[in-house]
């Protein structure tokens, strides 16, 4: 079982010869999920060899250009490399008429299907679900419409203890009831109880992507105990009312939400043009919060380590 995020960019809105603008690459049990999809994303899957025709779904948290403006290159490849499997765009509804515009200027009729999911409008609404994981939107306050996302790993069933399986002479077609927590009853009616014949699995991940915005109390619960929360650094905490004038956040706010919201491990990114160094955004962040992580371009975070 994977679980793993490669980070393709972390830099914000003016680019930076050193960092690609926002995106993300989350594989789950080897389906590949993008977040945001920058200028340049599509050489940065090249660069470090992750074949982005296995992307299914590509999440757009808002439409400033940093974390979109590579999506149409990335389409116009996918269909020049001959892709005719669907491909699902979850972005606010403004972007399929852009991304329609660019594709009958350059008259394009692409060799695969292409859906749109407008993102609601409403808070921690499933926007998208499968047999891996599901996707919640969480609504950001930036200074225009925009989303943070939440995937949830699906609980794993539970493993059966194959000794305990024997004893009992227990049926083989028996056995998806026991992983789904059943109990057994044996041919005198004896109830043998679900825990002493199987074990817990794993325990399913969580990630949440929380870009562009100022920080709100709100998002404590909504990210209580999370395994990794990625959570913007526009700026250091000496640049608190620029936050807050560009709907951004600060080093100490991140670890502030980290810290309050109980997440294990906080993962910082969107780093304003300014910071040659990005270790000094690392380091005073790391005073509030221990388990920071940097983001950098080619950087794999597997959720084993958590």
Same mark, same amino acid.
């Given at each position: 079982?994977?679980?793993?995020?490669?980070?393709?960019?972390?830099?914000?809105?003016?680019?930076?010869?050193?960092?690609?603008?926002?995106?993300?690459?989350?594989?789950?049990?080897?389906?590949c999920?993008l977040?945001d999809?920058?200028?340049?994303?599509?050489?940065?899957l090249?660069?470090?060899?992750?074949? !982005?025709?296995?992307?299914?779904?590509?999440?757009?948290s808002?439409?400033?250009?940093?974390?979109y403006?590579?999506?149409?290159?990335?389409?116009?490849?996918?269909h020049?490399?001959?892709?005719?499997?669907?491909?699902?765009?979850?972005?606010h509804?403004?972007l399929?008429?852009?991304?329609?515009?660019?594709?009958?200027?350059?008259?394009?009729?692409?060799?695969?299907?292409?859906?749109?999911?407008?993102?609601?409008?409403?808070?921690?609404?499933i926007?998208?679900?499968?047999?891996?994981?599901?996707v919640?939107?969480?609504?950001?306050?930036?200074?225009?419409?925009?989303?943070?996302?939440l995937?949830?790993?699906?609980?794993?069933?539970?493993?059966?203890?194959?000794?305990?399986?024997?004893?009992?002479?227990?049926?083989?077609?028996k056995?998806?009831?026991?992983?789904?927590?059943?109990?057994?009853i044996?041919?005198?009616?004896?109830?043998i109880?679900?825990?002493?014949?199987?074990t817990?699995?794993?325990?399913?991940?969580?990630?949440?992507?929380?870009?562009?915005?100022?920080?709100?109390?709100?998002?404590?619960?909504?990210?209580?105990e999370?395994?990794?929360?990625?959570?913007?650094?526009?700026?250091?905490?000496?640049?608190?009312?620029?936050?807050?004038?560009?709907?951004?956040?600060t080093? !100490?706010?991140?670890?502030?939400?980290?810290?309050?919201?109980?997440?294990?491990?906080?993962?910082?990114?969107?780093?304003s043009?300014?910071?040659?160094?990005?270790?000094?955004?690392?380091?005073?962040?790391k005073?509030?919060?221990?388990?920071t !992580?940097?983001?950098?371009?080619?950087?794999?975070?597997?959720?084993k380590q958590?």
């Open positions: 079982m994977s679980f793993r995020l490669t980070i393709l960019g972390s830099s914000s809105a003016i680019p930076s010869v050193n960092r690609n603008p926002t995106s993300q690459l989350l594989n789950v049990n080897e389906r999920y977040i999809c920058g200028e340049g994303t599509q050489v940065q090249r660069k470090y060899e992750l074949n !982005f025709q296995r992307i299914n779904h590509i999440f757009i808002h439409l400033h250009g940093d974390h403006f590579g999506l149409i290159g990335l389409i116009s490849s996918m020049l490399l001959g892709r005719n499997k669907d491909l699902h765009i979850h972005a509804k403004e399929e008429a852009i991304i329609e515009i660019q594709l009958q200027a350059a008259n394009t009729d692409l060799n695969y299907p292409l859906f749109f999911h407008p993102l609601p409008e409403s808070d921690e609404l926007i998208h679900e499968d047999d891996n994981i599901k919640s939107n969480i609504i950001l306050d930036h200074t225009i419409k925009c989303s943070g996302f995937f949830e790993e699906k609980k794993f069933s539970r493993k059966i203890v194959r000794s305990k399986v024997e004893e009992y002479n227990i049926p083989h077609d056995l998806i009831s026991l992983q789904n927590g059943s109990d057994w044996n041919s005198t009616g004896e109830v109880k679900n825990k002493s014949l199987t817990m699995n794993t325990k399913p991940k969580r990630y949440a992507f929380c870009t562009d915005t100022r920080y709100s109390d709100l998002l404590i619960e909504k990210f209580k999370i395994d990794l929360l990625y959570y913007e650094t526009t700026f250091k905490e000496d640049m608190l009312d620029r936050a807050r004038q560009t709907g951004h956040s080093t !100490f706010q991140a670890a502030s939400l980290a810290k309050s919201s109980k997440a294990k491990n906080l993962l910082i990114g969107h780093y043009k300014r910071y040659k160094d990005t270790s000094e955004l690392l380091i005073e962040t005073k509030y919060f221990k388990n !992580f940097l983001s950098k371009s080619g950087m794999v975070l597997d959720f958590f």
